[in-house]
Each structure stands twice: as structure tokens, then as C-alpha cells.
């Protein structure tokens, strides 16, 4: 799930360091309401839920909005889910967003102005997913986290070449929930 609009999504600002993400913009009014109604038209998200998210403000609060609707006590914070580090960019207008993704088209392990590569943010990405996997065997998780990030793992699950990722992989909208299942290769 990506977290419900923030205060930066409203400013059309990048916001990937992580000492201010974890700090500033929260949720706005309209995300707490996406949040909200995301869980409310998803009912497989009753029951019993594992929920992992992000360290910054932002996903903090979806996941204890997530988890006190649900009645889900315990929710874990780690570092893997942040959002795709942007380097140069952290601080600027997100339409900057489309120069590194053209070179995210170009190379996976690019730094573009000394940012986060495709390839560095599916690697924690599917460490964690890996680890979770073996930790909670059968067990539903709910991983709380940014647009690219779970754009990448979505990406990665789907088999998609992550060259062409920004093309095939659709855009996840703030609140949004997706499942992720393996593609089996025929």
C-alpha cells in the first residue's frame, strides 16, 4: 500500500532524506480520508495482518491509521520500505521525477545526481520481503511504503524488465493497495 497523500504530495515536492522524511510532511486531511476509504472498499484487509512500513511521517501514520481501524496492535517500522532516495533532487519540484526516470529506462543502476539506483532499492526491498517470507510462513503483510518503492518490488514480482518499468508498470496512486503475487514463468 502507498501511504495517503502527504504535505509534500501537496506541494509537488521530492521528499526522499531520510531525517526530514521521518520528520515532516504527514498525512494530509485528504490522505487520512483515502487512507480510510482504501481500507474500507478492500474487506480482505479484515482479519488477521502483519503490517510493515516505512520509517518516514508519512507512512508511520498510514500504518497506525491501517492498524487501528483493523484492531491490529503491533505494526513494525524498518528502514527497507523508505522512499527511493533521489539525491540532488531531495527538496525540489517532483516534476524532476521524469530526469531519473528516463535514465531508470536507460541503466537500473544509475545514481542520478546521487540518488538511489532501481537496482539498490530492489535489492532491500527483496531482502526484507525474503526474510518476511521466511519469518511469517503463510501469513498475510501488509507493506506500507512510497510510489517507486513499490512501483520496483511490484516491478520485480511481475517479472517486467525493470528497464521498462516506468512504462509497464502502473502508476500507484497515494492510498492505493495492490497485491503482490509471483508471475510464474511458463
Known amino acids: 500500500m502507498r501511504h495517503g497523500q502527504a504535505g509534500n504530495n501537496l506541494d509537488k515536492v521530492i521528499v526522499s532524506e531520510p531525517k526530514e522524511g521521518k520528520a515532516k510532511f504527514g ?24 503490517i510493515y512500513h516505512s520509517d518516514f511521517k508519512r507512512t508511520t501514520q498510514t500504518a497506525k491509521l491501517v492498524s487501528k481501524t483493523l484492531g491490529i496492535r503491533k505494526v513494525y517500522k524498518t528502514p527497507l520500505l523508505r522512499e527511493r532516495f533521489f539525491g540532488q533532487l531531495n527538496g525540489t519540484a517532483t516534476k524532476n ?29 527483496t531482502k526484507l520481503v525474503a526474510d518476511l517470507e521466511k519469518k511469517y510462513q503463510d501469513k498475510n503483510i501488509l507493506l506500507i511504503s512510497h510510489g517507486d518503492t513499490i512501483e520496483i518490488l511490484q516491478a520485480a514480482f511481475l517479472k ?17 493497495l495492490r ?8
Open 179 to 186: 497485491q503482490l503475487k509471483f508471475k510464474s514463468v511458463a
Open 97 to 125: 521525477f521524469i530526469l531519473v526516470w528516463r535514465n531508470d529506462q536507460k541503466d537500473i543502476k544509475h545514481g542520478y545526481a546521487g540518488g538511489e539506483s532501481v537496482n539498490d532499492v530492489l535489492s532491500r526491498t
Open 27 to 50: 498525512l494530509t486531511r485528504q490522505g487520512i480520508d483515502q487512507v480510510k476509504k482504501t481500507i474500507r472498499q478492500n474487506k480482505f484487509l479484515s482479519g488477521n495482518f502483519i
Open 160 to 176: 517486467v524488465d525493470l528497464l521498462k518499468r516506468t512504462k509497464l508498470v502502473k502508476h500507484i496512486k497515494t492510498a492505493e
